[in-house]
């Protein structure tokens, strides 16, 4: 199947300053990816729509400024987390599937982000 | 809009004995629906998934799942539960129709006791 590369795995900041994640497509093209993020123990909640060439589209009590999502070439989202708090801690995810004909998305490894 | 229902938060089984994870949903149109076990500060992984092909869905190890229309449900089953399939499992539904954006359920977290 496709494969969704997420990095970094695990990344632990201080609180007030910003971490990127990167979610890769690496051998088919996605023109949308999706951002998912996990609270412990707690199923996973969509955050945003990342579309290829423009903005993304965030989920109803999303702080857009706070996620920022850019898609900037069909392989590559990332997702920044600006001004980081100890309650941005959480597990991210992301996915992309293989557009028109595909039957299923494809999941990154999740990113573990602890904000102290 | 869509959503999914799983019933149980926890199930418990003994190794060697069926498990059944239930799981409802709730569609306007005719969903693609999909099982994800989750282990412990692991990604997702695809168990199976039904896209209005085969109403019997046989997944890796030895997971399956019945879409049942009538009932809208999507149970999933395994005929003897072993160690290793204790995880967070979770039922997703597709969003709207064409899309891949994904409604997850609660989750079920699946422990198996030797």
């Known amino acids: 199947g496709a494969v969704v590369s997420q990095h970094p795995s695990r990344v632990i900041c201080k609180s007030g300053t910003s971490v990127k994640i990167e979610c890769r497509s690496l051998?088919?093209?996605?023109?949308?990816m999706f951002w998912y993020r996990q609270f412990p123990k707690k199923s996973l909640m969509l955050m945003a729509t990342?579309?290829?060439?423009?903005?993304?589209?965030?989920e109803q009590g999303v702080e857009k400024d706070k996620f920022l999502i850019n898609h900037a070439s069909l392989t590559l989202s990332t997702l920044t987390v600006t001004s980081a708090h100890p309650e941005d801690s959480s597990f991210y995810i992301c996915?992309?599937?293989?557009?028109?004909?595909?039957?299923?998305?494809?999941f990154g490894q999740g990113t573990r982000l602890t904000v102290v | 809009a869509q959503s999914v229902t799983q019933l149980d938060s926890h199930v418990s089984v003994s190794e060697g004995t069926p498990v059944l994870l239930r799981c409802n949903y709730s569609s306007s149109y005719s969903p693609s629906l999909f099982w994800y076990v989750q282990h412990p500060n692991k990604g997702l992984q695809l168990l199976l998934k039904y896209t209005s092909a085969a109403t019997l869905v046989k997944g890796i190890n030895g997971f399956e799942a019945e879409f049942k229309k009538s009932e809208t449900s999507f149970h999933l089953t395994k005929p003897s539960a072993h160690m290793s399939d204790a995880a967070e499992y979770f039922c997703v539904v597709s969003g709207a129709s064409g899309t891949y954006k994904y409604i997850f359920g609660t989750g079920t977290r699946l422990k198996v006791l030797a």
């Open positions: 051998d088919f093209q996605a023109t949308t």
């Open positions: 990342s579309n290829e060439g423009s903005k993304a589209t965030y």
């Open positions: 996915s992309a599937s293989l557009g028109q004909g595909g039957t299923e998305a494809f």
